[in-house]
């Protein structure tokens, strides 16, 4: 059964960083998602094999005057997903305006755009060209729900799994998916890339010391 995983990075990220916290500071982010995806496969049954994975996230250049570091380790870690055969998919953010309800003043604070309407698109892609059998969503975004509906109705054969993140949990999602799991914080720690990657062309890339 050819399955493909679709990762919506910054719920996953976020759960990463409670998942962090919650054993101890213990770091999590240097996360080999291959191998976490691969490892998912005997919980799935029914003869799964990894397809590919699609991870959908953006870059958070608007800290860059603030803490060029944040983006920075950022693409290391795309590179590494690259390098890993990951297909990457970057949105972007947008600056949104909003009103204080307590003083009134008018803020303007980032926003990420297009990641999960990438990600229920791309998931409607690979039903309809039949480039899976399987596919599995890695995150707690109910916003999801319509695209996994389309797809539960016009590939009922065809099912729809939900890897909840650490912490994070959709109801919507849940009841509309072929079956549901959640991921335990332990089995971060298990799928690390090693401290220095070494990439296809030779370069090396250095674990950020704050993951």
């Not at 950022?74 to 972007?92: N, P, S």
Request: glycine share 8%; proline share 4%.
């Amino acid at each position: 059964m050819r399955t493909v995983f679709l990762v919506d990075g910054f719920n996953l990220y976020h759960a990463l960083q409670d998942a962090s916290v919650d054993l101890g500071g213990a770091g999590t982010k240097w996360l080999d998602l291959d191998s976490l995806c691969r490892s998912f496969l005997g919980d799935i049954r029914g003869g799964a094999q990894l397809e590919g994975i699609d991870y959908f996230s953006a870059l958070a250049t608007f800290m860059e005057y603030k803490d060029s570091a944040v983006p920075a380790r950022h693409r290391l870690y795309l590179d590494c997903l690259r390098w890993r055969g990951v297909m990457v998919h970057l949105g972007q953010f947008k600056m949104k305006s909003s009103i204080c309800l307590q003083c009134g003043n008018e803020a303007a604070r980032p926003e990420e755009k297009e990641t999960d309407v990438a990600l229920g698109v791309r998931l409607l892609e690979l039903f309809w060209t039949d480039a899976c059998d399987a596919a599995v969503l890695v995150t707690g975004d109910n916003g999801l729900v319509p695209a996994v509906r389309m797809v539960r109705k016009h590939f009922p054969s065809k099912p729809v799994f939900c890897y909840f993140p650490y912490k994070r949990f959709g109801f919507d999602l849940d009841s509309v998916a072929t079956r549901s799991f959640r991921m335990r914080a332990k089995r971060y720690r298990r799928h690390q890339f090693p401290p220095t990657v070494q990439l296809a062309d030779g370069s090396e890339i250095q674990k950020p010391a704050a993951w």
